[in-house]
């Protein structure tokens, strides 16, 4: 990999030509990637269960509540994560080992390790990226016009839950509304 080498206050720093294309300028510290979903409020997931049909406490309901919080945690770690580097690399936030091995990460374009702990794999991170946008979407689909008809299953972090619930209710054992 080249490097350049930069004088920053008599120190040697080398940066590689990776990380000058990716941050040419240190960005805003507010700024926010646009494509990135924001997590669920709690207290707006809470009102749209109530609205769902059935009760809340319907196993799929329950599983679709449990996916929500999932991926509430996910994205938390997300948005933390890139706000805390946006932070360091303008200069107000140290550079901890954590967000090193984030950032070396995302500059060659794979997930963050600390990412994978708490999500799912991907070969690299635009793929993880569209996998997090199409989880968000499904979820928030279901959240706002009730019940899907058909799922994507493999878009949950617990899958067999979804499968052990129709199960039941295909073999009688409850009736979802």
Known sequence: ???????CEGMHVFIPHTMQRVFPHPPHPNHQPPQL???????????AIKKLPGSPNQ??????RQEIDRLNTVLSLVHTTLKNLLL????????TQPLVQAMDALCMARVPGSWVKKSWEAPSIGVWMQGLVL?????????????????WLTGFFNPQVCLFVW???W?????FA
């Open 88 to 95: 360091a690399i303008a200069g107000t936030l140290a550079l």
């Open 171 to 175: 073999w009688g054992g409850g009736a």
């Open 59 to 64: 196993p799929l309901t329950i599983h679709l």
């Open 135 to 151: 989880r968000h979407a499904q979820l928030h689909k279901w959240l706002v016009g009730g019940r899907p008809k058909s799922f």
């Open 37 to 47: 979903p924001q997590p669920f409020q709690q207290e707006a997931v809470k009102e």
């Open 1 to 7: 990999m080249c490097v350049r080498a930069c004088v």
């Open 167 to 169: 199960w039941w209710w």
